[in-house]
């Protein structure tokens, strides 16, 4: 079982909802990452939070706006989304941000209508 | 910039039939090696980290190795479990800026 833990597992939102997606790790580590992946595509990095600073892609729209309320948590707010924004987004962990083994989670299936 | 090539893009096998999946990699500051494993609708599994030319590591019936340009991910007598996306990454970089650059994968077809 995965020490990263994402809710929702699946989301389906409109076009002008606001959501949510939550991260959780249980593992002490000092770095989270959200990634998003299409179908038969790699991972791409979105967000880094690192000894509590943000790091952005900058090729991410602002749609998308992460949320670190602690060393553990890490959220990903939605807002006015894209049918295209349609992924699996991933949430992962690592102990600092350096080099090192990123551990993910299951990830949560978001289709935008 | 820099550019990781997974090969082949897939992968037949029969059960027990070894093989090997490439990953290969034009990067400056090369700071470690990661394999994944991905299952359809999962986030990746971690397998091995490998950080400098000639080093091995094993887990059961998967071998990673490292040379300057590439690795290789070895498949002994692979099941039909073994069947998922295989994804390599490797870390460049330094101070605070730091970078992971994944490979496309390799879908291995493990039939029994």
């Known amino acids: 079982d995965t020490e990263v833990t994402q809710t929702p597992k699946h989301l389906v939102m409109g076009m002008t909802n606001k959501k949510s997606l939550k991260c959780e790790q249980h593992?002490?580590?000092?770095?989270m990452y959200w990634y998003k992946q299409k179908a038969k595509k790699p991972p791409e990095l979105m967000f880094v939070?690192?000894?509590?600073?943000?790091?952005i892609n900058e090729s991410v729209p602002s749609r998308f706006s992460p949320e670190c309320p602690n060393s553990s948590l890490l959220n990903l707010h939605l807002h006015a989304l894209q049918p295209e924004d349609s992924a699996l987004y991933l949430c992962?962990?690592?102990?600092?941000?350096?080099?090192?083994?990123?551990?993910f989670g299951e990830g949560s299936r978001l289709t935008v209508l | 910039e820099d550019q990781v090539t997974q090969s082949p893009e897939a992968l037949r096998l029969q059960e027990g039939e070894s093989s090997s999946l490439n990953c290969s990699y034009t990067?400056?500051?090369?700071?470690?090696l990661f394999w994944y494993r991905q299952d359809p609708g999962k986030g990746p599994e971690f397998l091995f980290t490998?950080?400098?030319a000639g080093e091995e590591k094993e887990k059961e019936r998967l071998k990673a190795t490292l040379t300057k340009k590439e690795s290789f991910l070895h498949i002994t007598a692979p099941k039909p479990e073994d069947s998922a996306t295989y994804l390599c990454?490797?870390?460049?970089?330094?101070?605070?800026?730091?970078?992971?650059?994944f490979g496309k994968g390799t879908l291995l077809t493990v039939n029994p």
């Open positions: 992962a962990s690592s102990q600092s941000g350096g080099p090192g083994e990123l551990f």
């Open positions: 593992m002490g580590h000092r770095a």
């Open positions: 939070y690192s000894y509590e600073k943000l790091s």
């Open positions: 990067v400056s500051g090369l700071r470690g």
């Open positions: 490998l950080y400098s």
């Open positions: 990454a490797v870390f460049t970089g330094g101070g605070s800026n730091y970078k992971l650059t």
